[in-house]
């Protein structure tokens, strides 16, 4: 049986909504008016215990409400979560206890308290042995670069030095499940870096299974062996990373600089995506039109200057994915 | 032991940290002072006013200038505000770390709360006593000041009722902080049960005092076990079957509140909604 099984979930939200304006306002009072919105409608997947999951989509998709419902903290409105073996809701206490979580827009260290008693506190609420919190927040904090940081309140650190705190913060109790709701959101190249390695070595030394949540397709890049997108609430995507990329990433881009003015060039499979001055960015698919016989073919009817090979940016590429399944911001 | 270990842990965690705002606690005894000592002098103005009525009064003098210091020095015992702390966590949606603990979050939420509510009064009562119980004596203002317990027994009621006034009110506040989570705002709460609160718990003016035809419905009320019960215990108002009978009422309305309070949480609590990020 899986680490984790998620089956048909669904969840709605009631959302209050008025008119606009002073009439809108007075109209609400007397009568309220509700809309529901469907944040996860059957969503299924499965996860191995020791996998690390992307889950991607654009805002509002449902990813956070998925990781909520998988703590514990919301109840779905209909479909099966299992848990190790357990239904999270339900049997909250059990099962919290060997989870860790991250929500990278809000903080779980208490705001006023140093950094290290936050910890000492955080290991009483979850009972844990104090030699092995020893020498488990020991690690953490190295791994982390915390030392520098831990007498200090936590209101006082900068984003990057709490983020790494709330993750130590997560796995003081050595947790076998850990979900991160985007914990890069805002973070500096060197944070980024340190919480990809943290989490990477997480996974591969202590097997701990991540489901990560992100809009940096870096960190999925350089973290996940498998991804889910995810839009209207609905599962559009679980692959592999690489068949992900290779569905979506199978088109080249030539960038080309002309002596003069930029020519309309119209080669068959070729389509011209940008134009700038003499510049052309072109892009087409290169198991159909192989890149060589692109390059001949404009080399040969116009002076060219430079030539540069490359791939959209991921980004780019995600952004096109979600278009075409119209799972544009919700 | 382990099992108590987290509720330990938050208690003493918000108690120590709460101490330490010592700007807050002294102006928080600068304003009692104040209303204390415009309290103390009216109502010695009522009692030489009507020395009548004054004689017929069940509290004399003496134990009314004691009860109004001690209510003062007690104040933030009372349950004026919601928590601010879960009235924060509940906007900010922090309130969803508190559920992804191995904890009972009713039990947590009412260790914080009671340690809060604790940190808060112990430096207050500690300066008022010794601004009136120990430098008005000094200064020659005994007539004005805060005695004694006359008796031992008295003592020692008031050493049960305390701690009991305490547990009380934490279970009061937990019912607001439970209105507060289901809501989503602390202030239409706080305004409502501010002003019930200073009236019924005695501290704008002791309940013994009201008239004989309220009595009755005034002690068996809730608030009355948050101030009233422990003051008239202190100052040897409440004596004897009548001590126990206000324990006694002090431990029903813990144990209702706390049960009102858990059927509550766990209601608001299934149809809990984080939304956003």
């Not at chain 2, 200038?65 to 209510?71: K, N, V």
Request: glycine share 8%; hydrophobic share 50%.
């Amino acid at each position: 049986m899986p680490q984790i099984l998620v089956e048909d979930l669904a969840k709605t939200y009631r959302v209050a909504e008025r008119d606009p304006g002073l009439l809108g306002a007075v109209k609400g009072l007397v009568h309220r008016r509700h809309r529901t919105v469907e944040a996860l409608r059957n969503v299924s997947f499965s996860l191995e215990a020791g996998e690390l999951l992307g889950f991607i989509g654009p805002n509002g998709a449902g990813k956070s409400t998925t990781i909520k419902i998988l703590s514990g903290i919301l109840r779905p409105d209909s479909g099966t979560v299992l848990v190790n073996g357990r239904v999270p809701f339900t049997d909250r206490i059990a099962h919290v206890s060997r989870i860790g979580v991250v929500f990278g827009q809000r903080t779980q260290l208490w705001w006023d308290l140093p950094v290290i008693e936050g910890f000492d506190l955080l290991a009483d609420i979850y009972r844990v042995d104090s030699a092995r919190y020893r020498a488990n927040r020991d690690e953490l904090v190295d791994l982390l670069r915390l030392a520098p940081v831990l007498d200090q309140p936590v209101r006082q650190l900068s984003l990057g030095q709490r983020m790494r705190a709330e993750i130590a913060a997560a796995l003081l109790h050595e947790p076998d499940i850990l979900f991160l709701d985007e914990p890069t959101i805002g973070l500096d190249a060197p944070s980024k870096l340190a919480v990809r390695e943290v989490v990477a070595r997480l996974n591969r030394e202590r097997g701990v299974t991540v489901l990560l949540t992100t809009h940096d397709m870096h960190d999925i890049e350089a973290l996940a062996q498998r991804v889910i997108v995810i839009g209207h609430g609905q599962v559009l995507a679980d692959s592999p990373f690489e068949t992900l990329r290779a569905n979506v990433l199978a088109e080249r881009r030539l960038i080309v600089d002309f002596a003069h003015e930029a020519p309309d060039v119209t080669l068959p499979g070729v389509e011209i995506r940008s134009r700038r001055g003499q510049t052309l960015e072109l892009a087409f698919d290169p198991a159909r039109t192989p890149t060589p016989t692109v390059i001949a073919a404009i080399a040969a009817a116009h002076e060219v200057v430079d030539i540069h090979v490359g791939e959209p940016a991921i980004e780019e590429v995600i952004a096109r994915f979600y278009a075409l399944h119209g799972a544009g911001e919700a | 032991m382990d099992a108590a270990r987290p509720y330990l842990a938050a208690f003493s965690s918000r108690f120590l940290l709460m101490l330490q705002y010592r700007a807050a606690a002294i102006a928080g005894f600068a304003t009692q002072c104040w209303w204390g000592g415009i309290k103390v002098m009216i109502y010695a103005a009522f009692f030489a006013a009507a020395p009548a009525a004054a004689a017929a009064s069940p509290m004399t003098l003496a134990q009314v200038i004691t009860y109004t210091w001690l209510a003062q020095a007690l104040l933030a015992l009372t349950p004026w505000n919601a928590d601010p702390e879960v009235a924060l966590a509940v906007r900010t949606g922090a309130v969803a770390y508190d559920r992804l603990r191995p904890v009972d979050t009713y039990s947590l939420w009412y260790v914080r709360g009671g340690a809060w509510m604790a940190s808060r009064a112990l430096p207050r009562a500690a300066l008022m006593l010794l601004g009136a119980g120990l430098v008005l004596p000094l200064i020659g203002l005994s007539d004005w000041a805060w005695k004694p317990p006359p008796s031992f027994a008295a003592a020692a009621a008031f050493a049960i009722s305390l701690p009991l006034a305490l547990a009380l009110a934490t279970a009061f506040l937990m019912i607001v902080n439970i209105i507060v989570a289901a809501t989503l705002t602390d202030r239409g709460i706080n305004v409502l049960f501010n002003s019930l609160i200073i009236v019924f718990s005695g501290n704008l003016l002791p309940l013994a005092l009201y008239p004989d035809w309220a009595q009755t419905a005034l002690l068996i009320q809730p608030f009355a076990g948050m101030m009233d019960i422990p003051l008239r215990l202190y100052v040897g108002q409440l004596q004897g079957s009548e001590a126990l009978l206000g324990l006694g009422l002090q431990v029903f309305w813990t144990v209702a509140l706390i049960l009102l309070g858990r059927v509550a949480m766990a209601r608001v609590m299934r149809r809990l909604d984080v939304q956003g990020g």
